[in-house]
């Protein structure tokens, strides 16, 4: 067994969507970045990839590629754990923690462990979701940004 870290921050803008965990939440705001700039998938991308020692998610996606632009996240999720597959690991579980001041998170939980689940190839039991606040503090509390971060177990197949 193997146990990874991720962490992701991306700024908060006008004029994108914001996604996250996979799914679209109604919000005036939106995530700046290469990609779609799920901040809760890249967490998890990175825990992973880091259990299985495979570096970083800027290291299989980089921001350079133009194949990534925009691209949605759920796309680099599947890639990600079809390469700790290839490399001989499963994933047990995931725990992850969004900080965001707004929108409320807690109501959209449900939805993206549905979404995330069979890009992992794991039970929504398995994926462990938490959103909190920075109780106004720093730049997700003056609400500049959104961070994420995420913990994973993998296990040899």
Not at 67 to 82: A, C, F, G, H, P
Not at 121 to 131: H, L, M, N, P
């Amino acid at each position: 067994m193997r146990i990874g870290f991720g962490f992701d921050v991306h700024q908060l803008t006008k004029g994108r969507k914001l996604i996250i965990g996979g799914i679209e939440i109604e919000h005036d705001l939106g995530l700046l970045g290469h990609s779609d700039a799920d901040v809760l998938i890249h967490a998890i991308c990175d825990a992973l990839l880091g259990a299985a020692n495979l570096r970083d998610i800027g290291f299989h996606f980089p921001d350079t590629d133009e194949r990534y632009k925009n691209v949605d996240s759920k796309i680099l999720l599947k890639e990600t754990t079809r390469l700790l597959v290839k490399k001989g690991y499963r994933i047990s579980n995931v725990d992850a923690t969004i900080c965001a001041e707004r929108p409320k998170l807690n109501p959209h939980i449900p939805a993206m462990q549905v979404t995330l689940a069979p890009l992992m190839g794991i039970s929504e039991d398995d994926i462990s979701i938490k959103a909190t606040t920075t109780e106004k503090l720093g730049f997700t509390g003056r609400q500049e940004g959104i961070s994420a971060y995420a913990v994973c177990l993998i296990e040899k197949i």
